[in-house]
């Protein structure tokens, strides 16, 4: 089969793009966004992957499209026959996974179908990679192996509970980034606000009795103090808002406009708690490291 047209729904946004019928080139994207169309092309075709629907065709020519709406039923329709034929590809449970009917599943799926550079790389290096291993020391590296194999489980674990796969890792440590930086804004402005009512209370209190005691003059420098606290603290709620702004868009700077910025929309929207997101970057930090030391 081959893909003709992938759309993903992040909130009100949507993207989509079409695929030609024999090669589709995409320039200009970073690893984030690759990883995430990777993520969402092979998650159209599994049931964990809700928001993404595509248009597929089989090897023997039928057209089908695949829509798995947020909080609904998916459905496969034949395109050509205008029919619902969701029940063929259905499991016992109701679900339409077509990776488990060509018995793989979404991480042995992007082995088989996707071609990185690390795999040129051991292809076109096998034999210096393998007196590379032979030189090391075998108790240890196949520790290391374990120690990869245990992350990749909890990293599978984490995302299966978020809803989302492993390869958001990477994006929801960004998210978390932002977050971090909105929680700072927010814990300066409360400090500030805090002090400038203080502040502007007693000088407040203060200019009365100045006015009274001393002169206008005296009263009115109170009454400026007074109002530069209170500036102050007006800026600093204006910032927690900007933080708080940029943290809903996920550092989408350029909103939908960019597919990065999409995608960490996307990936937000799945994450549906705190404790999810942050659960899902502490396993993909210690799954990387392991890697790393691997």
């Not at 993520?39 to 597929?56: C, K």
């Not at 990869?148 to 958001?168: I, K, T, W």
């Not at 932002?178 to 929680?183: I, L, N, P, V, W």
Request: glycine share 6%; charged share 25%.
């Amino acid at each position: 089969m081959r893909f003709e047209r992938l759309v993903i729904e992040a909130d009100e946004n949507t993207f989509s793009l079409d695929f030609h019928p024999r090669l589709t080139v995409i320039s200009g994207v970073g690893r984030l966004e690759r990883e995430g169309l990777i993520s969402e092309l092979v998650g159209s075709l599994t049931s964990s992957r809700a928001g993404v629907h595509a248009e597929i065709m089989a090897d023997a020519g039928n057209r089908f499209a695949i829509f798995r709406p947020h909080g609904a039923r998916a459905r496969v329709i034949d395109i050509d026959a205008s029919a619902d034929v969701s029940d063929r590809f259905a499991d016992e449970t109701g679900a339409i996974d077509l990776l488990s009917l060509a018995g793989l599943d979404e991480r042995s799926a992007k082995r088989t179908l996707r071609l990185t550079s690390t795999d040129l790389t051991t292809i076109t290096h096998h034999d210096q990679i393998i007196r590379r291993l032979a030189a090391l020391d075998a108790p240890t590296l196949w520790d290391l192996a374990e120690q990869v194999q245990a992350a990749q489980a909890q990293l599978d674990e984490a995302a299966a509970d978020s809803g989302s796969s492993p390869e958001d890792a990477a994006v929801a440590a960004r998210i978390e980034e932002q977050h971090q930086r909105f929680e700072h804004a927010q814990g300066r402005a409360e400090k500030f606000r805090k002090l400038s009512f203080v502040a502007g209370a007693i000088a407040a209190l203060v200019a009365v009795p100045a006015a009274l005691l001393i002169n206008q003059a005296a009263a009115m420098g109170f009454i400026v103090v007074a109002a530069v606290v209170t500036a102050i603290s007006f800026l600093q709620h204006r910032r927690m808002v900007v933080a708080r702004r940029a943290e809903t868009t996920a550092l989408a700077a350029a909103g939908a406009d960019s597919y990065l910025g999409f995608h960490l929309q996307r990936v937000n929207g799945l994450l549906d708690s705190e404790h999810a997101r942050r659960h899902l970057v502490e396993a993909g930090i210690k799954h990387e490291s392991s890697m790393a030391t691997w």
